[in-house]
DNA sequence: TATTGTTATACTCTATAACTATA
DNA sequence: TATAGTTATAGAGTATAACAATA
């Protein structure tokens, strides 16, 4: 170190409260995926799992809209679910436009599988973190406005 | 609404501290982006560049490490950089097979141009939540581990 | 042998436009 | 005419392997 402060590299990012989140949430999310990855999932795919298991009889496009992401977007992440034979399309009969996507037994058990390996690995990431200190993180997340 | 509860659809993925995390990073690296791009800069060559400012002279792979990027990611970073006339690239006389960046007149003033406009930008998207709130959410984060 | 910058490549996520079939 | 699902496509970020020049 050529400096007695020792000041990082990124210094002058670390004023920014996005250049925090973003570095964490990245290490957060690449575990994530780590955890899924054997369990044949990504975060995509788990989330739109996760809501289908929560919403039997989902619309795609209601899916889509719940996760923030594009509707031509969930396409492939619903197709990629339906080959694992996890979620089944339903055509709907009041509207023949809409799809219906229900869980399989085995799309609720991998559903539950994944949750828990989750939950797991978000005790291991948040360990110094209390209780209300995780409830604060999200609470002040909340806050956070467009 | 069928439910008098009216749960959100996204309700199952609420437990999730990565999932509050990873909406949350989404809005703000969003809006981030949209306040750079008339600068013609992005979150990554603004960070860059940033790094470039606050330590001259710096070699690309301690800015990649920095930045937490790989060194061949970054290559297109600086060629971007470079090719604005924001940075300049300088092969190092102890080590002839590092190059030192360092910014010019003209990146010094549009890195300090595109920070004021993130202050603002993180001022409107934080508005809700006082300073206080402020650093208790960037010590929160810091508290994560991986 | 190891490291620096680089190229090539591939995969994920994301964003937009346009099509089809239904309403 | 508007909407639901779909396809095609392109951009940005990210990850790995391999190479030339230099240490």
Not at 48 to 67: F, K, M, S
Not at 125 to 136: C, G, K, W
Request: glycine fraction near 4%; proline fraction near 3%.
């Amino acid at each position: 170190m050529t400096d007695t402060t020792d000041i990082a590299l990124d210094d002058g990012l670390r004023e920014l409260i996005g250049y925090s989140m973003k570095r964490a949430t990245t290490m957060v999310t690449a575990d994530a995926a780590r955890v899924l990855e054997p369990m044949g999932l990504r975060i995509t795919t788990f989330s739109a799992l996760t809501v289908i298991c929560n919403a039997p009889g989902v619309r795609q496009t209601e899916l889509a809209a719940a996760l923030g992401m594009e509707r031509s977007n969930s396409v492939a992440v619903i197709d990629t679910l339906e080959k694992s034979h996890w979620i089944t399309r339903e055509r709907s009969a009041q509207d023949r436009r809409a799809i219906a996507l229900h869980p399989t037994t085995a799309g609720i058990m991998r559903q539950k599988q994944a949750r828990l390996a989750l939950l797991t690995h978000e005790d291991r990431m948040f360990a110094d973190l209390s209780p209300i200190e995780r409830r604060d993180l999200v609470k002040l997340l909340s806050k956070i406005r467009a």
